[in-house]
């Protein structure tokens, strides 16, 4: 690709026999050779940025290792980290963490599929071009302000329905999550749908079979890879998410998989700690830096998962 | 032969068909409106809630423990500064990267590493980069609480959005430019200065757009260092500190941003507290919105305007 690469070096002696022109094209050389190494630096920065996140939750949580025992933080069944009697059961944030995930996605995959069914196989070329900005803009609303909606909008009008629902709870954060989510899941499967060669549809249709039976049997079938790495990457979202939960679930860390209880995520719990006045070095600071370590590996996982059935699954026409 | 009774079952077959594709279109609009609907919701609720909260005093007082009395002076100031410092970080960074990923790399292992960790990048919750920050900005650079780091921290969140928007907008230039320029006895630099920068900047201003608006909402990894929420005065201008003053003293200040304002406001449990979250809400829905639709109206007019 690069022109300058293959550019022979001159030695020094040459400099001096060889007309300015020519000369000032070897400095052209070393001009560019040097441009590229700058750009070379920035594209090797998100390199660097990956490795400082590693080690900077790695290096923390090894602290908090050393005091707290793997078992201990795999399966105790209390999370008190800032008490006196101090339990660390990741256990207690995850059970939050997956009971909001799920509901979301109760809310998320369905719609997300039909709506990117019906935008690639159904609606009009206007009809789409006023959908996909509209849903690009839910997708930019900032989460502090859907977590505002979930408390002091959502959860009321839940309560008039279920007057138990305490005003701190998984499920309307869930939920209002689940919209937040549409977008991302709508977008891409609608663009694996559309990836789909316009012959299969052809021959579809040439068979007799209507939009629907086309939709369901031949575009769904030959898109699954696409449509799998999208809910991936929604489940991703969701297991991430902060602020939706830190404002309308309330932060208190609760075993439970009901969602029409009060309970703490890991991101939850993360902002909770930096909210107060913790002490740099303290194992309540490191017990942050654990938390997102399981967050970090968590998302991770998804994302290999995605790859993965995005390679293996991937129809080739 | 064709029965007449077989003619009635197949229309009647046809009929059905047709039947269920008018039923899933209607479920289509449906869930579309769902999405629709909930944006409308939140929007009229935060701005019926909020617009009478929106008087001039709102823009130019500090928060206070009256609600009456509070603003979010320091709020967008903190905003404004806070985009500052990440728009002149991530953009030049962003785009020398994606303009060296599409015309520089060669094939090889370390362009297939550099790439697969930009779409890792993107898939990391925000909160870890703001772990990240706490620990590297604020503790071992020792930048503190202050606006350096939290930019500096934004700008990492928005770094794979800004390369993959400059790749795009690169790749959607036809080859003949970069054929007919290397033809003239251009070098790659010469290229990529005075064609493809050039022709792709319409392209990378939508994704930088599109960038910042993500950046202006994001909360939890400017709490996750730590900021202040109660903040009742302006980082130092430029020159006006303490001798010895410089241009740059505001990087170290201590600040508050928009969504961290609101954040503080929707905690509280007073019913007052909660009008100013609404009103700076709306505020800052009304900022993403725009900027969001400023990229698209600008995608939609480079779409339309293309010539080659």
């Known amino acids: 690709m690069s022109a300058s690469a293959s550019a022979p070096t001159l030695p020094a002696s040459i400099g001096q026999g060889i007309s300015d022109r020519l000369s000032k094209k070897a400095s052209r050389h070393v001009k560019e050779r040097v441009i590229e190494a700058a750009l070379f630096a920035a594209a090797a920065f998100s390199v660097f940025v990956t490795l400082a996140i590693v080690y900077v939750l790695v290096k923390e949580s090894w602290s908090f290792f050393e005091h707290v025992p793997l078992t201990d933080f795999l399966f105790d069944t209390q999370w008190t980290p800032l008490f006196d009697d101090a339990h660390y059961g990741i256990m207690v944030l995850l059970s939050g963490t997956l009971t909001s995930s799920a509901v979301a996605l109760v809310v998320a995959i369905p719609l997300g599929t039909i709506i990117a069914l019906y935008l690639s196989e159904f609606a009009g070329f206007k009809v789409r071009e006023i959908a996909k900005p509209f849903l690009e803009l839910l997708g930019g609303v900032p989460t502090i302000v859907y977590g505002y909606f979930a408390l002091t909008f959502l959860t009321p009008i839940l309560q008039k329905i279920y007057p138990d629902l305490p005003g701190f709870n998984l499920l309307s954060a869930g939920l209002v999550m689940g919209v937040m989510i549409i977008p991302y899941v709508a977008s891409l499967s609608e663009d694996a749908m559309r990836a789909v060669p316009m012959s299969l549809r052809e021959g579809s249709y040439a068979m007799g079979a209507t939009r629907l039976q086309t939709a369901l049997w031949v575009v769904t079938p030959a898109a699954t890879s696409g449509i799998a790495s999208a809910y991936i990457l929604g489940i991703s979202r969701a297991v991430g998410e902060t602020m939706i939960l830190a404002v309308a679930a309330g932060m208190q860390p609760n075993l439970t998989f009901n969602p029409a209880e009060p309970g703490a995520t890991i991101t939850s719990y993360i902002v909770q700690v930096a909210l107060g006045d913790l002490p740099h070095g303290s194992i309540g600071y490191q017990t942050i830096f654990a938390a997102g370590l399981t967050l970090l590996l968590m998302t991770l996982a998804f994302n290999l998962l995605g790859y993965w059935l995005r390679k293996r699954y991937r129809e080739v026409y | ?308």
């Open chain 2, 1 to 308: 032969m064709l029965q007449a009774t077989d003619l009635a079952a197949i229309r009647a077959i046809i009929t059905r068909a047709k039947r269920w594709d008018l039923f899933f279109s209607i479920i289509g609009i449906l869930s579309l409106m769902v999405g629709v609907l909930t944006f409308t919701v939140l929007f009229v609720d935060m701005a019926i809630q909020g617009v009478p909260r929106l008087t001039s005093e709102f823009f130019t007082s500090f928060p206070s423990r009256r609600p009456e009395n509070a603003g979010i002076l320091s709020a967008w100031v903190g905003t404004v500064l806070v985009m500052l410092v990440t728009a002149l970080s991530a953009v030049p960074l962003g785009v020398a990267a994606g303009v060296y990923l599409e015309e520089y790399a060669p094939k090889n292992w370390v362009t297939d590493i550099i790439e697969i960790n930009i779409s890792n990048l993107a898939g990391i919750p925000s909160i870890v980069y703001g772990l990240l920050a706490l620990g590297l900005f604020v503790y071992y650079f020792g930048f503190g609480q202050s606006i350096l780091s939290a930019g500096l921290t934004l700008a990492l969140l928005i770094l794979p959005v800004i390369i993959v928007a400059t790749r795009e907008s690169i790749r959607a230039i036809p080859q003949a430019i970069h054929e007919a320029s290397y033809a003239c006895g251009a070098t790659t630099w010469q290229t990529v200065s005075d064609h493809i920068l050039p022709y792709s900047s319409a392209g990378i201003l939508t994704g930088v757009i599109i960038g910042m608006a993500r950046a202006i909402g994001e909360t939890a990894p400017i709490i996750t260092i730590g900021a202040l929420t109660f903040i009742a005065f302006l980082p130092t201008a430029p020159f006006a500190g303490d001798p010895p003053a410089g241009l740059f003293d505001w990087i170290f200040a201590p600040f508050t941003v928009m969504p961290i304002q609101m954040f503080n406001w929707t905690s509280r449990p007073e019913a007052e507290f909660q009008v100013n979250a609404a009103a700076a809400g709306f505020v800052l829905v009304f900022m993403t919105l725009a900027m969001n639709g400023l990229a698209i109206y600008l995608r939609f007019q480079l779409r339309k305007n293309i010539k080659w």
